[in-house]
């Protein structure tokens, strides 16, 4: 029988130490070697020693311990997160807006107002004008000769009114407040106008420009 090494014996007690098979101590190194069998026995039909089957099995098995697995930490979950749309102008939107500059020039260009802003305007040419818009005519006649009202040709607006501010003060009011009454410079020839008859309209829808205008025109052309 082949002689088991050292080594190999030295490791078997070791692993069956650390599996609690054996005692320390037991099987030091003073056992007793196996014997060497004969060399007329290494036939076929020779039997194996009992120590040499278990030491070999002892020497080539490894200790297994019952460690627990630790556990596999949780896979992380990824969360999916949704692309945010953006709101896309549509295509047919485009071209609105491409256009859209152009269209507001033609619409001003077409339907915008095309007065041109009149400079300052004589008084003399805005009061004859007035004079007729506002209806003087009809009373007074188209060129001042008089009909219902007073005529006002060959300077009697300024005899009746010496003081321009005063014939302003009578087209803003009317003849109303006088009616009954005589009315104008007491001193001029001839004596006061009236009674008046108070028919003469109050002329509240012109403005101060267009008041002074008239009277000028009635005072300087008729």
Known sequence: MTEIPEHLLRRSRERREALGLAKPGEGGDDAPAAATPPAGDEGEGAAVPATTTAAAPAAAAAPVLDVPAEPEPPSPQYIALQAQRRNRIPMWVMPVLVFLPFW????????????????????????????????????????????????LTGGEAV???????????????GSSPFAGKLYGDPNRTGGQHGPAKGVMPAFTQLSDTEVKAVVKYEREKL
């Open 159 to 173: 005899l009746t009114f010496p003081d321009e501010a005063d014939q302003i003060s009578w087209v803003r009011t």
């Open 104 to 151: 507001g020039v033609l619409y001003f260009g077409a339907f915008g107002s095309h007065a041109k802003k009149q400079g300052p305007v004589d008084p003399l040419v805005l009061g004859a004008q007035i004079y007729k818009s506002a209806g003087c005519t009809s009373c007074h006649g188209a060129n001042g000769e008089g009909g219902v009202g007073p005529k």
